[in-house]
């Protein structure tokens, strides 16, 4: 039997649905990335680089942390990472899905329970699927429902400690969580509160500091703060009491078994988390986000998110990649998504506001995208 026939027959049945994936190069005007305040292509980032090469900080790392991969600039990013955020300690993973990945395969144990956002980021299933703890799925943004999960749990027994993960910013839909109610209940029932900031740090909260800021420094949260979006950068920092940053330091497996993070790249971004911090990028980008609201909401009847991440739902996963494909034919770089990242009946156009662009680059996709959603 010729190898991989199964796997080319499950690739044909993907490109039946209008679901195969494929890579393509960069190509027009940039409404993809999560590189929102532009800084990825930047002199500043650029610069703070060829300034860490002169000083001698090393391109590769040679080996994992508890190794010789271990290098000043790592520690001296996660302390002034703990020290913008407002945590006890901070711990520098070489990705966003490697960092979620080990939170919740890590820390929660045997006997307790994660309740989780119906939509929260893959990176959180994969550790969820690796880990000892029960889980629990939660109707997306409901309060309510995690409080209603937690108290159906404690009733049929569970004694263990009570985990809540969601994301701040989530990244197909561009709405927010109610972090506010989720504190009240992770207190209420003495839960931990695991909140992904991938998309809102730079972008929100003061100095850039995100959606959580107002939840600094309390011992029973914990954010992420991913490094390759608003930040322009790579990697992810894990922030939270010092406590969780030395258990995964012995027990994530997914930090003990990695060769670490270029020190290079460590350099960038504890040069980014002072760039962040200048508000009259954030204010540009916010008068983006409104200007581009109008527009899409006037023209388009899509109604903005009051965010950077605008989804246009088509629904149907063939019509969405048509129109996806003709706006890449007119250099507008709009990509579609479908399931399974989001769910079946909403794939949809993800237009990212960045300072890559302006809002004469929004008026032309906008003229770009009306006939098109007419015909498609």
């Known amino acids: 039997m010729k190898p991989f026939v199964s796997h080319r027959a499950h690739l044909d049945e993907l490109e039946a649905a209008a679901r195969l994936r494929g890579l393509r190069a960069r190509a027009g005007v940039d409404f993809s990335s999560n590189d929102y305040l532009g800084l990825a292509g930047s002199s500043a980032l650029r ?57 919740l395969a890590t820390l929660p144990q045997r006997g307790d329970l994660v309740v989780h956002d119906a939509l929260i980021h893959a990176s959180a299933h994969e550790g969820m699927r690796l880990g ?37 910013l989530y990244s197909m839909d561009g709405d927010r969580a109610p972090l506010d109610a989720l504190v009240v209940i992770a207190d209420r029932h003495d839960a931990v509160l695991l909140i992904d900031e991938a998309h809102a740090t730079g972008v929100f909260g003061p100095g850039g500091r995100g959606l959580a800021a107002g939840l600094e420094g309390r011992s029973n949260v914990i954010t992420l703060r991913t490094c390759g979006k608003a930040l322009g950068c790579e990697g992810a920092l894990v922030c939270g009491d010092r406590a969780v940053v030395d258990f995964l330091i012995n027990r994530g497996r997914g930090f003990i078994f990695s060769t670490a993070p270029s020190p290079l790249m460590a350099a960038a971004c504890r040069a980014s988390l ?22 899409f909401a006037d023209r388009l009847g899509v109604e903005g998110t009051g965010s950077q991440i605008v989804p ?52 032309a996709l906008v003229a770009a995208l009306e006939p098109l959603l007419e015909a498609a």
Do not use: C
Request: aromatic share 4%.
């Open 274 to 295: 002072r760039l962040i911090q200048d508000d009259t990028l954030r204010a540009r980008l916010h008068g983006l986000i409104a200007d581009a609201g109008a527009a």
């Open 312 to 363: 246009i739902i088509l629904s149907d996963d063939a019509r969405t990649m048509r129109v996806a494909a003709a706006l890449q034919a007119q250099d507008f770089d709009v990509r579609g998504i479908r399931p399974p990242t989001v769910p079946v009946g909403t794939a949809r156009l993800r237009v990212s506001l960045t300072l890559n662009v302006d809002i004469a680059d929004v008026q």
């Open 47 to 103: 610069q703070a680089v060829a300034e860490a090469l002169d000083r001698g900080v090393p391109v590769g790392s040679g080996g994992s942390r508890l190794l010789r991969g271990n290098h000043p600039e790592h520690e001296a990013l996660e302390a002034e990472a703990a020290a913008l955020f407002g945590s006890e300690a901070a711990l520098y993973f070489s990705s966003g899905y490697a960092a979620n990945a080990a939170l």
């Open 132 to 168: 000892r703890a029960e889980t629990v799925s939660a109707a997306h943004n409901d309060a309510g429902a995690i409080e209603t999960a937690i108290t159906d749990w404690r009733a049929k027994g569970g004694k263990g400690q009570v985990w809540i993960a969601v994301e701040s």
